[in-house]
């Protein structure tokens, strides 16, 4: 039986899956997936069981962020290295990125995205295996620094480069859509400069995940057992840089030092976890940078007034308080 909202999208699943070799007339359910703001994506059931999530993007002409051109490319590259590290994630399948319809085709993982429906020693062990995975993620190194995308240009050979470059497109998308900011953009621009010096002390480019909020860490619960981590997901925003980076989603509008649970777990694995006064810059520099995508975003996105809403009144405090930390600690 079909599931799916349309004969195109079970039209389009059967052609992907005999792209990738697939026995495409196993399929037996198309359903979509919530919760993406971006990408299309519908999980796609065979009769013998099996799992796969599709990832269709969008059509050329949509709006969008300088960054999120060729997204795709960017969470294949995420998978292949999660693999690499041992880290729970879905299995890359197939990347269709020169196609027609560029989409990802993925296994599924097991597990649902993490809610407050934990224990307290639940969670506490959970946020430390999640350091632990993290920690491995850290370990695999790319070419240079950036988005392996090319959204943004080539890669770079150091990190002040490509974050310079990185908070460049995002200052001048909120430009182009005149989004509305705490700060004057110009000013927030100068401020952040000012602090790019501390960059230079990243000298490898790492995995960063950079979406890793609860939402895209699911967790399993098989029967009788304890709930573990099942896979973590939607990479398609990672890129090569700073491992500190990962630390601003992994504590959203939050402060990642009071994570005692996740930090024992990084560290346990060989993850670096120290607060210094350059880390502490980077970090606010990080946090600029995601809640300026946060704030920008809602205008090509054509949020409702609830969310626009929650993003003025949750983001845009925190994006002042980075600033002003940024104010307090960079040298003058």
């Known amino acids: 039986m ?13 052609r992907v899956l005999e792209g990738a070799r697939l026995p495409a007339g196993r399929l037996t359910g198309v359903r979509p997936l919530t919760g993406g703001t971006y990408n299309t994506v519908e999980e796609l059931l065979l009769t013998d069981g099996s799992r796969y999530v599709l990832k269709v993007a969008p059509a050329p002409t949509t709006p ?29 399948v197939a990347l269709g990125d020169d196609t027609a319809v560029p989409h990802l085709l993925m296994t599924a993982c097991p597990g649902e995205p993490w809610n407050g429906s934990l224990t307290e020693s639940e969670r506490a062990a ?52 005149r989004a509305r900011l705490p ?27 950079f979406d890793l909020w609860h939402g895209n860490i699911l967790l399993d619960r098989p029967a009788g057992e304890e709930p573990r981590i099942g896979g973590l997901i939607d990479g398609e925003r990672m890129f090569w840089g700073d491992p500190l980076a990962d630390f601003v989603s992994l504590a959203l509008l939050g402060d990642i030092k009071k994570d005692e649970a996740f930090l024992a777990g990084y560290r346990e694995a060989g993850g670096p976890a120290e607060f210094d006064t350059p880390a502490r810059l980077r970090l606010a520099l990080y946090r600029v940078y995601l809640y300026l ?3 920008t975003e809602t205008i090509p996105r054509a949020v409702d007034a609830e969310n626009e809403r ?5 983001v845009a405090p925190e994006l002042v308080a980075a600033l002003e930390e940024i104010g307090e600690l960079a040298p003058r």
């Not at 079909?2 to 059967?14: E, H, L, M, P």
């Not at 995420?78 to 590290?85: G, N, T, V, W």
């Not at 929650?310 to 949750?314: G, L, P, R, T, Y």
């Open 64 to 92: 969008g962020l300088r960054h999120e051109s060729r997204l795709l490319v960017s969470e294949a590259e995420f998978y292949r290295a999660a693999a690499e590290a041992g880290v729970p994630a879905p299995h890359l």
């Open 310 to 314: 929650w993003v003025q009144e949750a």
């Open 293 to 295: 995508i946060m704030l």
């Open 183 to 209: 700060r004057p953009v110009d000013e927030v621009a100068r401020t952040i400069e000012a602090a790019f010096p501390a960059l230079d002390e990243v000298t490898t480019p790492c995995l960063v995940h």
């Open 2 to 14: 079909q599931v799916g909202d349309s004969t195109q999208s079970w039209d389009r699943a059967r």
């Open 126 to 177: 959970l946020r430390r295996e999640l350091g632990r995975q993290v920690a491995r993620l850290h370990g695999v190194t790319g070419p240079g620094f950036g988005y392996p995308s090319g959204a943004l240009g080539p890669l770079a050979p150091d990190w002040r480069t490509a974050f310079g470059a990185m908070t460049e497109a995002v200052l001048d998308d909120a430009r182009r859509y």
